[in-house]
Nanobody, 121 residues
Framework: QVQLVESGGGLVQAGGSLRLSCTAS????????MAWFRQAPGKEREFVGA???????TSADSVKGRFTISRDNAKNTIYLQMSSLKPDDTAVYYC???????????????WGQGTQVTVSS
């Protein structure tokens, strides 16, 4: 069993920055891959970025150059540092755990409850 808890969401102005955190507990492994997804109202959940145990990352084209994903293995925590935020970034952001680095939702078997990010224009 793995539990994931996101934090750090809130209301920010366009062009601003925000850092999200996700802490894992339970039966976790150093080799786990972790990812961030987001879901806006009326839209499907979409991939944002992912990181594996060695620190290799991949991210969606829409956020490259603006969002950075990182992890602290000692704290069982991943982060999403967001900058140059746009109103289109408004969504519920979810973290997820999987066995491999992937952009696909079905590669992840545990999900957090999400944290709301709202970007005002």
């Amino acid at each position: 069993q793995v539990q994931l808890v996101e934090s750090g969401g809130g209301l920010v102005q366009a062009g601003g920055s925000l850092r999200l955190s996700c802490t894992a507990s339970g039966r976790t492994f150093l080799t786990d891959a972790m990812a961030w997804f987001r879901q806006a109202p009326g839209k499907e959940r979409e991939f944002v970025g992912a990181i594996n145990w060695s620190g290799s990352t991949t991210s969606a084209d829409s956020v490259k150059g603006r969002f950075t994903i990182s992890r602290d293995n000692a704290k069982n925590t991943i982060y999403l540092q967001m900058s140059s935020l746009k109103p289109d970034d408004t969504a519920v952001y979810y973290c997820a755990r999987g066995n491999r680095l992937s952009r696909l939702k079905n590669a992840y078997d545990y999900w957090g409850q999400g944290t709301q990010v709202t970007v005002s224009s």
